[in-house]
């Protein structure tokens, strides 16, 4: 069995990144196929089970990737349910399918040539599909048929992580809160330009393995020193607690992206001939000349306009 995993509508791709990393703890067999889409194994279902109630999730389990995407938009938000096969799920669900590109019209089409579910879009080949519906009938034949590879194994993307292990077990809060300033410290030199979406802070037990955590989304990517300790200290008050114990402490930098990109000035702005006079006043003040304008309105040369020099400071004594 397959599981997939799909979100509808406008989503940010840290909180994106935040589901797919969440999946990742319980199934190390991950394909994301694009933004809010991804079919994983079945490792932890318990734990999945729980990610979509909470999130609310579409998810559904099939034996191909396409009928448990269909399933999956097809079912109800919030619950993992399994499916045999996707043969009941009406034609209407196809356009929830960003890839397919199919509006209302194109299903009300289906429904009146007798296609009202996904078994009867089966039963049709190609040449059939192509000759009644053209370029969407060879998309739906496509999207029906196309073998898919097996599930790999996911490769997280690259994330920034600093911690402090104290020498016995620890519930201070200064000497917790020094401990984060240094690692606060360690990541953002391993950061460097790149910007942080999302920061994560975790208790570390005696074995360095996380025991509790908390993590925040940011509004907007930070790579400065300041900005990530004012949420690493709230994430901290939130965890800091009379019956809390630390042997070690853990800060996460995770949703990296590069630098923001600043516009440059493709092409040189031609200089004019007041640029050119101004770096030349220096150096050639004495024989260079100028027009001044007296009477804009005059026929007369002399009174139209007349040449004068540049006039500089003379040297010697004031």
């Known amino acids: 069995m397959i599981l997939c995993v799909a979100i509808e509508g406008a989503l940010r791709s840290t909180h994106w990144d935040a589901i797919v990393e ?50 999956a938009l097809h079912g109800k938000v919030g619950r993992l349910d399994a499916f045999a096969n996707a043969d009941d799920v009406p034609v209407s669900v196809l356009l929830r399918v960003p890839e397919l590109a199919i509006g209302e019209l194109e299903t009300e089409r289906l429904r009146l040539f007798g296609i009202s579910t996904i078994s009867h879009l089966r039963t049709l080949e190609e040449r059939h599909l192509r000759v009644q519906f053209g370029a969407m009938g060879t998309r739906l034949y496509t999207f029906l048929t196309t073998p898919h590879i097996p599930l790999q ?29 240094s690692c606060v410290q360690l990541a953002i030199m391993e950061l460097g330009p790149r910007q942080c979406w999302r920061i994560e802070l975790s208790v570390l037990d005696r074995a360095d393995e996380p025991c509790t955590q908390r993590s925040r989304i940011l509004r907007d990517g930070v790579n400065t020193r300041g ?33 923001r990109a600043v516009q440059t000035q493709l092409f040189v702005e031609k200089k004019s001939e007041q640029d050119v006079s101004r770096a030349l006043i220096s150096r050639y003040a004495t024989v260079m000349k100028r027009v001044e304008i007296n ?23 004031v």
Do not use: K
Request: glycine share 6%.
């Open 295 to 317: 009477d804009p309105w005059s026929i007369i040369p002399e009174h139209y306009a007349r040449i004068t020099g540049y006039v500089t400071d003379r040297p010697g004594n």
């Open 153 to 181: 194994l996911y490769v997280p993307p690259p994330a920034i992580i600093a911690h402090e292990r104290f020498d016995e077990l620890q519930y201070e809060p200064g000497i917790i809160a020094a401990a984060l300033e």
């Open 22 to 71: 969440r999946i990742h703890r319980c199934t190390p067999l991950i394909v994301v196929t694009g933004h809010g889409t991804l079919y994983a194994g079945t490792d932890d279902l318990n734990a999945i089970r729980t990610l979509v109630r909470l999130a609310n999730l579409h998810a559904a389990l099939a034996p191909d990737r396409t009928s448990a995407l269909l399933c």
């Open 227 to 259: 900005s990530i300790l004012i949420h690493a200290h709230a994430l901290l008050q939130e965890m800091l607690s009379s019956s809390q114990r630390w042997w070690g402490i853990e800060l996460r930098l995770a949703s990296l992206t590069p630098p």
